[in-house]
């Protein structure tokens, strides 16, 4: 069992850059493939970017490709999510999720992951 606690969030300006942190508690963080999803008003909760248990295989929506970076501190088990050049189509509660497993496996698929945390709010006003 495996607690993810997000921080970071907040209000920001279009143009601008946020850093979300998600902690992880309990199991050897290390073994735990992670990844970000988002869900604005209305919608569904989407894919954002994941990262593998050692850091070393990242993948990312389209939507994010180029401005948002994950990476990953297994000495203080924490994952964050880097955002830049910000826009209001990126609001959303963006959530962190992992799974137990070794290798370069990733998903984009929330029903992968086994553990989710309670999310963040992020607003990006025009």
């Known amino acids: 069992q495996v607690q993810l606690v997000e921080s970071g969030g907040g209000l920001v300006q279009a143009g601008g850059s946020l850093r979300l942190s998600c902690a992880a508690s309990?199991?050897?963080?290390?073994?735990?493939?992670m990844g970000w999803f988002r869900q604005a008003p209305g919608k569904e909760r989407e894919f954002v970017a994941a990262i593998n248990w050692s850091g070393g295989s990242a993948n990312y929506a389209d939507s994010v490709q180029c401005r948002f970076t994950i990476s990953r501190d297994n000495a203080k088990n924490t994952v964050y999510l880097q955002m830049n050049s910000l826009k209001p189509e990126d609001t959303a509660v963006y959530f962190c999720?992992?799974?137990?497993?070794?290798?370069?496996?990733?998903?984009?698929?929330?029903?992968?992951?086994?553990?989710w945390g309670q999310g963040t709010q992020v607003t990006v006003s025009s």
């Open positions: 309990g199991r050897a963080f290390e073994s735990y493939a």
């Open positions: 999720a992992a799974r137990d497993i070794y290798g370069k496996f990733t998903s984009q698929t929330t029903s992968w992951y086994d553990y």
